[in-house]
């Protein structure tokens, strides 16, 4: 009985929508942490600014932008998350779908938004498996792009680059030919390739691997791997963490007083609650990031201070919903239509202007990597701030620093 | 090398040992599987935070405020709770395991999914032996060995201890014998909530507050109590240490492989159910036999 | 006709006489007919699901409430079944339908080695032994990410069917045909035998029953359809992951088991269908969404206070009595046995005078 009412409403509710003109996208995440609270702001921003404007317009016609809530719950269970976007699917009749995070669950509901052939921007999920698919399987999972991060592999290129720049700080500041550095990496799939084109690149950069430790994404306590790292000599720690144990290591390499500079992803070290979850002891520890002040692109600082100032915190990576509505807006816009085959190829051939740098794909619906466009920057904490260091030749950049010996 | 396994299989194990000493009191001596043991001990954590960080109370205060609350929760949840079913096991474990996810959910939804750091009471830290040592660590350490001294004088220089031990040894004679069997239950509880919640006192900043760091010390903690002997303090504290040092040496012999320092940990209280129950020190009961 | 004849005097002398009976003719023809009425993919999707994790208790309240093993460690079957039913269909390209035994024998084999490495623990000791399981096995599958993909598991597995009717109608009746059967196995003499074990396991030894076999049987029966569970888990949402082994699974199914009513395999299977939509619904509304899992715990221990044997037993004993003499069921509105005639409420009256004259 309280289904059937349901379905009535929810019946009644987008026939009167579409008599109205509404388009409703769906933004899926885990709503209860940080991530999909990104998700959700930078979706808001997007959907306001968009209709206080007027909307949409597809030939002639403006359409407002409704959006429609899915908390996947990913974080703790996957069937939940498949759960999650048949709802928004079948039950809210989303036209979009855009988000995700943990790969696991992006990957299972990758495959439900394929069967019902709806567009599903990604934003949050890394694993080229994702890309994979659209090049293995193209009539199938043509609806799937990435609007951020980049592919896996193409971090990989961006840690490098940046290692090599503090690479050359090192050996200027501390007189030694090889830098020594000590890979510190959770026990990952994500890492296993990273590890590897570590051990392969880093003696190629005129750099000494010293070592290699691999403890658990969860881990709380990580003393016996630095202490190891500590006898090492290590100069750099090169990071590979995506869990809490990235917060144990930047707080307890403070509280030990190590000298090396931990450089590398740190996902927990790009949120703004690093530093008290580090108890204030993570000073120097540098991560790739994506949002800072600077000015990767002519929106980039308007967009990072009307966030800070409508949700009193730095937006991650997360937050680039807002992007996917813009050149979902752009496509439709172009393509004059809503619907998802005449779309897909709009969206192949667009180059977008985003927030965090300028948007094209490749053929697995990827981002096209490039330094200054879609390569990220890199930040250090440096007393409680975030202070974004590379590239160095953008405007709003800083030096990096390291800690006295 | 060895200078580094030595000093901190000590301090890991001095941390697991404080960890392990309600736990092993509540379910080695009195047989009552509670598995919101360590939901207590984030309870406390959360309380000390809310307390020191957020209110700006000193230490001290924030920290007897925090055990005290806790130790009251839970007896209160015990009388609740866990009394009513005290008889089956099966009904007591889960009973446990719904009062644990509900102060998980609580604390989800109190204060959200974000990891927090609590500042560590004493900044700093000396070098052993070259090995750098933070003074956390330390007060870990002698508050873990006060801990243990305390509890072990209760249990066998107190009459109350004496209670303890008859009711876990054979709760109907003790009742015959006229021991009020309810209140030395809620007795039992209260002593080792208060441990957990000082252990979620001195220990919570040395790791992260998060509402489901519950769930790993739990497994460690079985594995301790189990390994060292139900029913033992001395096992527990040697258990502790063992499961210390084979962590550090884990880590230390395979850095690749320090993830595998928690399926260590497990094999080895596998292994010990298998080959000898009663563990190391334990003592069994008839009925376990 | 004979058939016919035959069926209906089966059902008009064994189901209807009694409610709980009638209750569960009612509720698998409601299953069946579901999708025929009502084929909402989201509604067939949470049902699939149900279906899918009511095998999954059902097997653990064979091995934990007739046979006195609570195992906390039941998501190791499950995952076994998962991770090996996506194996070999997706590496060595065989169809699902085929592998999902494969999964269940797989799984089956886990459940002897579990049950042999448990012979000698017993209650709290097993518990434990039996959660550390799943944890070691995580800890493997970590240490070999080529072969069982790490933290993503192994995705783009195939269906075994194409449409969400389909789906849901392999699912309800792969659960029906496990759950009567495990029901079955427990309803027979093996079933007493496993009671027997559980009351006392010195005494059943002492009366020359092979305590052994029938301990590792059970644990190998109950991990195949565990396992058989999983494997149709894993081909349902297309991705078998770590999360089919996670501690919170087997606390998961614990708590269904318990709240339905140990020993009961109806039990387990009636929590899943009330519990798994009800949080499921709860979470899509956005107020309660955060809450779901608290109001979940806060249910549980409500019943496990109030309905310390369960749900299902309670539920029961509202609407069917036991007559005192012959010790069968009857519907709790009849006066005397269906079958032995003898009163089934012993009327309290007041003291009457018996002797002297009337």
Redesign the interface.
Known sequence: MIRSAMLCAALALSSAALAQGTLKIAILGPMAFVQGENHWAGAEMARDEINKAGGISIGGKRMQIELIRGDTNEIQSVPDATNAIERVITRDKADFLIGGFRSEAVLAMQEVAMDYKKIFLGAGAAHSKLGLNVEQNYDRYKYWFRITPVKDVDLARTLFAVMNSIGQQIRAELKTDTPKVALLAEKAVWTEALVAAAQKNLPAMKMEVVGTWQPSATATDVTAELSAIDRSGAHIVFTMLSGPVGISVGRQMGERGMKAVAWGINVEGQKEEFWQAAAGKAQFVSTLDTYAEVEMTPKTIPFVRAFKARFKKAPTYNAATYDAIMILKSAIEEARTTEADKLVPVIEKIEHVGTAGTDTFDKRHDLVWAVGKTAGIAVQWQDGKKVPFWPPNIKGMQPFKMPAR | ?LQ?IL??GL??GG?YALLAVGFSLI?GVA?I?NIAHTAFYMLAAYCFYALQ?KGGLGFVPAAAISVVAVTLLSVLCYR??IE??RE????V???T???A??F???M??SF?????????TLEG?IRVLG??I?Y??LLILVVAAAMLAIVWFVLYRTRLGLAIRATANDLEVANLMGMNVQRIAMATVALSVALAAVAGVVVA????V?PF?W??PL?TM??IV?LGGLGSMKGSLIGALVIGYV??IT??AL?????????VA??I??AV??VR?EGLFGVAFEE?R | MYLARRAWAELRNEVFVLPSRTAVLLWVLALLALPVVYSDAYVLRILTMTCIFAIFAASWDLLAGYTGQVNFGHALFFGAGAYTSALMSHKLGITPWATIWAGAAVAALFGFAAGYLCLRLRGSYLSLATLAFPLIALGLLFAFPDFSGGELGISGLRRLALTPVTNYYVAAVSMLAVVFGLWAIADSRFGIVLHAIRDDEVAARASGINTLRYKLAVFGICAAAAGLAGALFAHYLRVAGPSSLEVALSFQVVIWGIFGGLATIYGPVAAVFLLYPLTEWLGSFKAFGELRLLIFASIVLLVLLFMPRGLAPWLRDKIEVQCPRCKQRNGAWRSVCRLCVAPLQTQVTRPERLVGHQ
């Open positions: 090398m580094d000093v901190t301090v890991n941390v379910f047989r599987v960080v609740l709770v009513p079913v089956h096991e099966a009904a474990l889960i009973a395991i719904a009062l996810l509900i998980q959910e609580l989800l939804f959200g999914g974000h990891y927090l750091g609590i500042p560590s830290g090995v750098s933070p956390q660590r900043p040395v790791f992260v998060d760091m769930l790993a497994v079985l594995a189990v962590e550090a880590v230390f850095p690749a492989g320090a993830y595998l320092k928690g399926a497990l094999a209280m596998v159910l298998l129950p376990e």
